[in-house]
């Protein structure tokens, strides 16, 4: 099953919508708490950091 969990910042609420029903800002992206993709997202951000010095680098 795939569901996309986001959670509002300002009220701490999670929710399936892009906007926060309460009050109106963005959500952002919530990692299910009981499956955790941390490796995963770990790899991804190891990679962009990797990508960002190299960039720098190149400078
Ligand atoms: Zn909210």
């Known amino acids: 099953m ?3 969990i986001r959670k509002c910042n300002y009220c701490k609420i ?3 919508d892009e ?3 309460k009050c109106g800002n ?3 992206m ?7 993709p941390a490796d ?4 991804y951000r190891l990679r962009l950091i990797k990508d960002d010095e ?3 680098n190149n400078y």
């Open 14 to 16: 999670y929710t399936m």
């Open 26 to 28: 963005k959500t952002v």
């Open 54 to 56: 190299n960039g720098k």
């Open 30 to 36: 919530a990692i299910p708490m009981r499956y955790s």
């Open 40 to 43: 995963k997202f770990q790899k």
């Open 2 to 4: 795939r569901t996309l």
């Open 19 to 21: 906007i926060c029903p």
